[in-house]
């Protein structure tokens, strides 16, 4: 499993828009990129998947580069409300439903008025 | 739909003795995940049940086991507590082919080891 790296904290304000990247030399050609939300005293919430360019949803985009060695979520005018811990998680897509989620430390956001 | 269900939500033991942490999966989903979280740590896994098997473990040792029942429901027992346990316990539901986003977590356990 590809291991990955990401800013320990991020401060923002309200309305801005918040980048933030994650590295991953070692990924693999079956591997995806998939972010992850946690809020305090909840279980992570899954937010954005995808393998290559980019993805758009209606919470977050990702940006992927064609060397896949590293990833961006972007959040467009975050609120109050997002503040919360964010994984990075590299994993392989053809494999089987028994997969387990490596976690690392997040990166913790914190947007203040 | 409900999602992920996990009872108690609170639980303080001492150490050396035994718990039972229970999780009901979302409705469809047949493997379920544990995962420990130690504060300000990201999740861990410990094993993943699917047809009442476990097929996966993490680095966990043998006082951490679990159970799937036929309706796929699952329990976490600890044996012989120590304080290092005192975490978040994390149950995660998906289906046997699902990929990441396939994955839907409970809001947790809060165990306290004293």
């Known amino acids: 499993l590809a291991k990955t790296t990401q800013p320990i904290s991020m401060d923002s304000y309200e309305g801005q828009e918040v980048n933030i990247t994650c590295s991953h030399n070692?990924?693999?050609?079956?591997?995806?990129i998939t972010w992850y939300q946690q809020f305090p005293s909840q279980g992570p919430r899954f937010i954005i998947q995808g393998y290559k360019t980019k993805v758009t949803n209606e919470v977050a985009s990702l940006f992927i580069p064609a060397d896949r060695k590293s990833s961006t979520l972007s959040l467009p005018r975050v609120s109050l409300s997002d503040t919360a811990v964010y994984y990075c998680l590299v994993g392989d897509i053809a494999g089987t439903g028994f997969q387990k989620l490596v976690f690392g430390t997040g990166t913790r956001l914190l947007v203040s008025p | 739909d409900a999602g992920v269900t996990q009872s108690p939500t609170h639980l303080i033991k001492t150490r050396g003795q035994q718990v039972t942490l229970r999780c009901s999966p979302k409705?469809?989903?047949?493997?379920v995940s544990w995962y420990q979280q130690a504060l300000g740590q990201g999740p861990q896994f410990i094993f993943q049940y699917y047809e009442e098997e476990e097929r996966q473990r993490g680095n966990f040792p043998d006082r951490f086991s679990g159970h799937q029942f036929p309706n796929y429901s699952s329990e976490l027992n600890v044996n012989a507590l120590l304080l290092g346990d005192s975490a978040l316990y994390l149950c995660a539901s998906s289906l046997s082919r699902a990929s990441h986003y396939g994955y839907t977590f409970g809001s947790g356990t809060r165990l306290t080891v004293v």
């Open positions: 070692n990924i693999a050609t079956n591997d995806y």
């Open positions: 409705s469809g989903h047949d493997t």
